[in-house]
């Protein structure tokens, strides 16, 4: 009898090599936070979200792509698939798998949880965005909002009754957060009054919860200019009795969808708060409560943020990976041409996986995918450091690391696992270009990671600006020492694995001495004009650290799943790395031809 089809959507196998041989998450389970779980529950968790990926939310993938939702001027329709994926996610109870079991979480480590989700992310990133964001939104209340708002938003968020947004972004301020118009007026009765538009919200409006739970930035009018008067507030779509039941519509409105190349099944939209359509006769005013302290909005969502950040990323990961897989099966499956020493056209064609230029594609993707799952992982890791610290220590180093690591997680899958999409449809030939085939909408789903939640631009400037130097370089100290125990542990294994930490070792140095010789140059505007060339070369780097990381863990085992990882490992360390020295050249002369270049001269 044939055992289970292999999935290509994710490699399980793969997930358990990261998760058990390299990051002993089982381990985990000797910490209070995660005493209650084992291997066991971690095991079901995983086997049951590739369960719901591949019943519920891959089926739909090419048909919300091409069904995108639309708006009639008075209700958002969508595919009643994405509604039913929705639910049984929800039926299982895994909105609250990492959550606190204070509210009605399940406190798995965020390592697994993040492992079990990109299964959804790969069979549907669309429908998944409604979760992710739900997750998101739930995990900042839970954090910051009183005991009254975890009851009437948080709880029936986690129970999948409610969904979750965040509502940033404006027409005219984008990223620029300093710049949001929109205000909030206080009432005598503790509540605000919200007035203003926000761009570019995913799931704020459809008809598949009963609520929608919008956190939203705005400025309370006498506070302090720029990012310092920024204050969050929650503002649903309905209003919430105090019995729990659901209330009258609140004054949000929904002034159009926008139309999207990619991940179209997630609504995306445009609101305008206070404009007067749902409380014509009532007072001005969407009804708004404070979430924390006034003006310090900003801080407290960049937990959503930064939790976000890291989803973009394994996001990203989970597209690239299962275009791998679908590229990979498909240049197994594929005959065409004949070795280059064969003589005789009627000899029989070979699978295209044989040809050299194919392998390399393949093995370029493997180098990206599988780093990028390691990365994302690793990250998810520190959380679970943080939130079940052994020791101070452990927990103020493992919040230096995952300060430093969210860009480079955010940023390098989604510029590199689309590079890897990208290949997916060149090793498809013609039939990649055409939509029969899944990986050009792969492609076009995964090309908003690189734009949302902050842009290349945006993360670069965040890591050069702000994490390498903060706290006096802890950040890049903790790195280091964390990038210096894998060269010692790779240096004592000997051979092809010292051979590479010592390649490794070298071209760390050199970042570093770069990165201080960019601060001590004295052009601090010159030294950030290059930030992205910085943010690039130093994911290529920290890649290759946890391809040495993942060699290691293969130690001497045998069979081909360890081999594929050595042959990865090799790929990533001759074909990739190499690309950072022209890099760190330009760095070090600290270039100034963008910043010297002219609008006129365009």
Known sequence: MMGPMKSNLLSRRD????????????????????????????????????????????????????NEPTFD?????????????????????????????RLG????????????????????????????????????LGKFGTDEQIETFVK???????????????????????????????????????????????????????????LVLAKIPGGPAGTKGISLFIV?????????????????????????????????????????TFNPGGEAGA?????????????????????????????????????????????????QGRPLTAKDPSTPQIPIVEHADV?????????????????????????????????AEESAQATHLLDILTPVAKSWPSQWCLAANDLAIQVHGGYGYTREYDVEQHYRDNRLNPIHEGTHGVQSLDLLGRKVTQRDGASLVALSAAVAHTIEAAAAAGGEAAELAASLATKFQRLVDVTTGMFSSGDIVAALANSVVYLETFGHIVVAWIWLEQLVA???????????KRQAARYFFRYELPRTAPALDLLERVDRITLDMRDEWF
């Open 15 to 66: 997930l358990d090599f990261l998760l058990y041989e390299w990051l002993h998450v089982d381990e985990l389970t000797k910490r209070q936070r995660f005493a209650d779980h084992s291997r066991e529950t971690f095991d079901g968790v995983l086997d049951l979200c590739e369960q719901l990926a591949t019943r519920y939310f891959a089926p739909h993938n090419k048909k919300s792509d091409a």
């Open 73 to 101: 001027g008075t209700r958002v329709i969508v595919i009643d698939e994405v509604k039913e994926a929705l639910d049984a996610f929800a039926k299982a109870d895994l909105l609250g798998m990492s959550a606190d079991e």
């Open 105 to 140: 979480g399940a406190q798995l480590p965020m390592c697994v949880a993040q492992a079990a989700f990109a299964w959804l992310c790969a069979a549907n990133v669309s429908t998944s965005g409604y979760l992710m964001l739900t997750i998101a939104n739930a995990n900042l």
């Open 156 to 214: 029936p968020m986690l129970a999948g009754r409610f969904t979750g947004t965040m509502a940033l972004s404006e027409t005219q301020a984008g990223s620029s957060l300093a710049d949001v118009l929109t205000r909030a007026e206080p009432r005598e009765d503790g509540t605000y009054r919200l007035f203003g538009s926000k761009m570019w919200i995913s799931g704020a409006e459809h008809e598949m919860s009963e609520n929608i739970v919008n």
């Open 236 to 276: 649903p779509k309905f209003l919430v009795n105090p019995d729990g039941s659901i209330g009258e519509r609140n004054d949000v409105a929904l002034a159009g969808l926008n139309h999207k190349m990619g991940q179209r099944g997630v609504t995306n939209t445009v609101l305008n708060f206070g404009d007067g």
């Open 287 to 335: 009804v708004g409560y404070l979430v924390g302290e006034p003006h310090r909005g900003l801080s407290y969502m960049f937990h959503m943020m930064n939790e976000a950040r890291l989803g973009v990323g394994m996001a990203a990961v989970a597209l690239g990976y299962t275009g791998y897989l679908k590229s990979l099966q498909y240049a197994r499956e594929r005959p």
């Open 359 to 391: 392998k390399r594609m393949l093995l370029a993707q493997k180098s990206y995918v599988e780093g990028g799952l390691a990365l994302a992982l690793y990250c998810a890791r520190l959380i679970d450091l943080q939130h079940g610290p052994e020791s």
């Open 554 to 564: 293969c130690k001497d085992r045998t069979g081909n799943f360890y081999d594929g």
